[in-house]
């Protein structure tokens, strides 16, 4: 840190995490089946994701009830607090003491077949077209009720300039 502050007087210290690595896909504001990724040496990076073949994922993951729900509530809720709509994924470490880190939040994640989305919703039986069109569907409904809110606001009717919104 010594070395950092003497390139510039702003320094961002993050904790390193070791620990096993997992991703949830929020469909809707509910918790898809959490994933875990297990990436060789832990290092999940670009080329290990869509080069390689060393990249394995348990879907579900053999995460006892407890901590299941735990962490499937907190990304629930997280998912709500930034007022995500439709679908994303949510990526988090356990800490070697069993409590879990939320990384970052992916709202517009892949939804090809190899994408983490589409695995989360397969392992409830649900086809790849299924959560997109329900998360598609929550973001129009979204939209149209802030349209709605705004036109409230602003007394105008409904044009086709506004309505081009949806």
Same mark, same amino acid.
């Given at each position: ?53 060393? +990249? ?5 993951? %053999?995460?006892?009830? /407890?901590?299941?729900?735990? &962490?499937? *509530? ?52 649900? +086809? ?5 069109? %329900?998360?598609?569907? /929550?973001?129009?409904?979204? &939209?149209? *009720? ?21």
């Amino acid at each position: 840190m010594a070395e950092a502050a003497t390139r510039d007087q702003a320094v961002l210290v993050e904790e390193y995490i070791r620990g096993r690595e997992f991703t949830v896909a929020v469909l809707d504001g509910k918790a898809l089946p959490i994933i875990e990724i297990r990436a060789p040496e832990g290092d999940y990076d670009f080329n290990n994701k869509y080069f390689g073949d060393a +990249v394995s994922y348990d879907c579900p993951t %053999k995460l006892n009830d /407890a901590e299941t729900a735990s &962490l499937s *509530a907190t990304c629930e809720q997280y998912f709500k607090a930034i007022g995500a709509r439709g679908w994303s994924r949510i990526d988090a470490m356990q800490r070697p003491d069993g409590s879990f880190v939320l990384l970052e939040i992916n709202t517009s994640p892949g939804m090809t077949p190899h994408s983490l989305v589409p695995m989360a919703a397969r392992a409830v039986g649900m +086809v790849l077209w299924r959560p997109l069109r %329900k998360g598609l569907i /929550a973001c129009r409904n979204g &939209l149209i *009720a802030k349209k709605t809110l705004a036109q409230k606001r602003m007394h105008i009717h409904d044009t086709k300039e506004n309505s081009d919104l949806c």
